[in-house]
């Protein structure tokens, strides 16, 4: 027969909130990145064209085929990051991982207290409960619809190999006080701090 403690349920949720922050942290890094390359390639498109445009002044069609050219291209490049507006889907994924820093913080104080023996069981279980709600509350808010989004959400549900999480891994993110092994834990566990996005 199976059988999940409350304090084991108490882990695996903090597990997911915690695979979830990592997740809306990553994408937010990414988008932030694809943003400002974007910006960079647009502006040296825009670049070239106008070189060219001053260079076909005095030399004639070649000059004026080249800025036509780029010029095509940086609209285009514009057009394609205006479509996409990653500052939107960057700011979804910032707010998001901030909120889930939070919770994975109170997450850890919970079992902290459970560890200590301050509270009983029904103020467990109130606890887990109220956070498990928030959770919830989260997604109904914060992060951007997306493809990316469903993705975060479903391996932060399933664990990072799809095959839900060891006490190892979850150890990676608790103080060693909480951890249920012995084993040493990976270096991973820096990937659960707070990451600033610009």
Not at 27 to 50: D, E, F, H, N, S
Not at 68 to 86: E, I, K, M, N, Y
Not at 140 to 154: G, K, L, V
């Amino acid at each position: 027969m199976f059988q999940l403690s409350l304090v084991d349920h108490i882990r695996l949720s903090f597990g997911t909130v915690v695979g979830a922050y990592q997740g809306h942290t990553g994408a937010a890094v990414r988008l932030a990145q694809w943003g400002w390359y974007g910006k960079i390639v647009a502006l040296a498109l825009v670049g070239v064209a106008a070189a060219a445009s001053l260079l076909a002044i005095r030399y004639g069609a070649a000059f004026q085929m080249a800025a036509a050219g780029t010029t095509a291209l940086a609209f285009s490049v514009s057009a394609v990051q205006l479509a996409f507006d990653p500052g939107a889907r960057v700011y979804g994924h910032r707010a998001c991982a901030a909120r889930l820093w939070g919770l994975c913080e109170k997450y850890r104080a919970l079992l902290s207290e459970i560890q200590d023996e301050v509270l009983d069981v029904p103020a467990i279980i109130g606890r887990r409960d109220a956070l498990l709600q928030e959770f919830a509350a989260l997604y109904e808010q914060s992060p951007p619809a997306d493809r990316h989004t469903y993705e975060i959400a479903q391996k932060a549900l399933t664990g990072p190999d799809l095959g839900g999480y060891s006490d190892q891994e979850l150890d990676q993110f608790l103080p060693r006080a909480l951890r249920r092994t012995s084993a040493p834990v990976p270096e991973r566990a820096s990937a659960a701090e707070p990451q600033h996005v610009n």
